[in-house]
């Protein structure tokens, strides 16, 4: 795919339901975690695109909070295809120029897991050419919640004042503090929904539901719809000039 020009309305930033790995695999004939390996496959292909359309950041929902739900075996396969993601993907993230991180709540997870994930973190800090954000135990209605009790943590102890508390200092108490908002929302499978993804900082996104299950999903099929994307007019509330 050959790189675009970004100077017309390009998403910089890219949010992603990767959704239909059970219903890939489950047409195939395969137990739904062969569809779980073929996605995390197709991770690797739309984070080497991102660059060459303009994608400076790119999120990615890999296990919601709602998920534990799954059968054990399920939830126990889904780990270790995160672990073992991480492990593979290491050293190639850090030498591309991608900066990983991980927005959720890291509780609940084991901790192998969490020691993986900020090592990975620590390895690819310095690094700025892709900023990829994975979702894991990531729920929006969650992430309110906890960066509530974080700001009335702050007003307890005098760290702030009530009156104080308005849309900055609420979103610096998200797991998102210090990336931009989503321009643009992807969701795969057909489903139209978003699933508790990033409630707060999609509220000005544009939104793309697309019937492709998750590991047929190319950056051929992105690149279409970032062109879309830069064909919409987007007033924020304004009226349009013509």
């Known amino acids: 795919m ?12 890219v949010a992603i339901i990767m959704d239909g790995n059970g ?20 991770v690797r292909e739309i984070v080497e695109a991102c660059p060459r359309l303009g994608i400076t950041h790119l999120t990615v929902y890999a296990f919601s909070t709602e998920n534990w739900k799954r059968s054990t075996e ?62 894991i135990n990531y729920g929006g209605r969650n992430e309110i919640v906890r960066a509530v009790r974080r700001l009335a943590r702050a007003v307890a102890r005098g ?5 104080e508390i308005d849309e900055e200092a609420f979103s610096a108490r998200l ?10 929302v992807i969701r795969t499978s057909g489903e139209m929904r978003v699933s508790n993804y990033l409630p707060w900082q999609t509220t000005y996104a544009e939104f793309e539901f697309t019937g492709t299950l998750w590991p047929d999903f190319s950056a051929d099929e992105l690149a279409d719809i ?15 000039a013509g």
Do not use: C
């Open 159 to 163: 760290e702030l004042r009530a009156e």
């Open 2 to 13: 050959a790189p675009r020009d970004t100077s017309s309305y390009y998403p910089l930033h």
């Open 74 to 135: 399920e939830v126990l396969g889904l780990m270790s295809l995160l672990r073992s993601y991480i492990q593979r993907e290491a050293e190639r993230l850090r030498a591309e120029g991608v900066r990983l991180r991980f927005i959720g709540d890291r509780t609940r997870l084991d901790s192998r897991l969490q020691r993986l994930m900020a090592g990975i973190e620590k390895l690819t800090a310095g690094n700025d050419r892709l900023h990829l954000t994975v979702a």
């Open 175 to 184: 797991d998102t503090a210090g990336l931009p908002d989503p321009d643009l």
């Open 23 to 42: 219903r890939w695999a489950t047409q195939r004939g395969q137990p739904r975690l062969f569809g779980h390996r073929r996605g995390g496959e197709r």
């Open 226 to 240: 970032v062109d879309r994307f830069a064909r919409r007019e987007r007033r924020y509330g304004a009226v349009s």
